[in-house]
């Protein structure tokens, strides 16, 4: 197949049509994934952040009596508070809240009514617009180019007079960097796996061409072997025409001319039957309906007397053997079915020398009818006996030719057999002789 250019593009082509759409519902399903983690994440981080927000609202609105200033008494819930817009020189790195202590990167911010800064808590991070509020897609940036999420309430004193706001926030460093993992695994990952499917398409593609690949190179095959076949005949036709006609001649040329045109042209017509036969066969679907019972002793009983002079002449004995008296019926196509046993026989004729024997034997069981054609002839050669069944293949070219045998006779029994749901199988020793097994399903006359 890789020599062959048209299979190679045509791998090719699909080799890539499935790379292609494998590698789009790939990166799809990444981007989906990607999306649904970051999410996830967001939400869960969000949560926290709103639960430890109300935790510590809950907690200090009892506590606040003015608005916009901080009791003392604040600090039993956030120990690390430093009040005044300054922040603490020496922030500590994780903020305690009600004894509790948070993971890093936290933050708690108080602010007045008039959204100046009261007091600070936890991280400090540069430059922070921390008035503003968050989503997702908006988080807060720092001017290290940190990013953090936060949340913002309002707080009232113990009285109930609006007393300023709490904004407690997070960084989204780790958040982040588990989001730039999933993106360097997309980023690579992909590509990698784009390669794998590239050869898996490509091995596929072979494999799914193979069989097409096969049928082309047998119907190439088919056309060569038509085109020879036809050829011979033509050729003996064409030169035994310029043969006569190159002088004038005489009464019995012309005679003898016109014997070789008849047999070539008989050649010729059986051919063309041959392939038409098998060409319908081919094409046409099988109407079992048009069915007809057939009794095979008849057909059997038939054949052996019809071929029995062409037995004489060869000097072959040709019997039949029937198991019982007993009618055996199948289904099936009279004609084709005669044809069928007719190929055997002539070819058990052919390839048994003089002083052989043929016999046909007939019998069945519970299911099948079997019909057996035995001779004592040549005999094949295991190697052989596979590939006899292939259209226009002959063991022995030259004797098969020379008898008028185009190696169709086999594809056409083979092919009845399959048509009528039986089959023809062959055991064979070379000089011993063949035997031909044909089996089809039984038909029952009631
Ligand atoms: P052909 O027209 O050449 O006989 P077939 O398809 O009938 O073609 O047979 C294919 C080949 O199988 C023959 O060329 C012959 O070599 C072999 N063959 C078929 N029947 C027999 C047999 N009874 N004994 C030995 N060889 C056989």
């Known amino acids: 197949m890789r020599n062959n250019r048209l299979f190679n593009l045509s791998r090719w082509r699909l080799a890539s049509y499935y790379a292609g759409v494998m590698g789009l519902i790939l990166g799809l399903c990444g981007l989906a994934v990607y999306e649904m983690t970051a999410q996830d994440h967001w939400r869960s981080l969000d949560q926290e952040l709103t639960s430890l927000a109300g935790t510590l609202h809950d907690g200090l609105e009892p506590l ?22 300054q922040a603490c020189p020496r922030p500590p790195q994780r903020i305690h809240i009600l004894n509790a202590t948070q993971q ?37 940036t720092d001017q290290r180019g940190n990013r953090y999420h936060q949340v913002s309430l309002q707080l009232k004193t113990a009285t109930g007079q609006p007393w300023g706001y709490l904004k407690v926030g997070r960084s989204l460093v780790e958040y982040d960097h588990h989001l730039h993992s999933i993106q360097a695994f997309l980023v690579w990952g992909l590509p990698t796996m784009m390669l794998v499917v590239g050869g898996a398409s490509w091995w596929l593609a072979g494999l799914a061409m193979e069989p097409v690949y096969r049928s082309y190179q047998q119907i190439q095959q088919f056309t060569a072997d038509i085109a020879h076949e036809l050829r011979t005949p033509i050729t003996a036709i064409q030169a035994t025409l310029e043969t006569t006609l190159s002088a004038e001649p005489s009464p019995e040329e012309a005679y003898s001319t016109l014997q070789i045109l008849k047999r070539q042209n008989y050649r010729l017509t059986h051919l063309i039957q041959d392939l038409l036969l098998l060409s319908r066969m081919d094409l046409q679907k099988v109407n079992r309906s048009q069915f007809q019972a057939c009794c095979l002793n008849d057909l059997v009983s038939d054949l052996v007397e019809e071929f029995s002079g062409s037995a004489l002449a060869a000097g072959v004995a040709l019997s039949s053997k029937l198991d019982s008296q007993e009618p055996i019926w199948v289904r099936g196509e009279e004609e084709q079915l005669y044809r069928l046993v007719a190929n055997l026989i002539n070819n058990a004729l052919h390839y048994t020398p003089a002083g052989g024997r043929v016999q046909v034997m007939l019998g069945s069981d ?35 030719r020379q008898q008028g045998g185009a190696g169709l006779g086999l594809a056409i029994a083979q092919a009845i057999a399959v048509k009528h749901q039986g089959s023809l199988t062959v055991e064979s020793e070379l000089g011993q002789g063949s035997l031909f097994i044909v089996k089809f399903p039984l038909f029952s006359i009631a």
């Open 366 to 400: 519970k299911y099948q009818a079997l019909i057996q054609v035995q001779d004592t002839g040549i005999g094949i050669a295991p190697a052989e006996q596979a590939r006899i069944f292939d259209r226009f293949y002959r063991v022995d070219t030259a004797r098969s």
């Open 104 to 140: 890093p990167g936290y933050y708690v911010r108080f602010l007045n009514l008039n959204g100046q800064l009261l007091a600070t808590a936890g991280e400090n991070p540069p430059g922070l617009a921390f008035e503003r509020e968050t989503t997702r897609q908006q988080p807060l």
């Open 64 to 85: 606040l009596q003015q608005p916009g200033q901080l009791e003392p008494s604040v600090r039993h819930i956030l120990p690390n508070l430093c009040i005044g817009p």
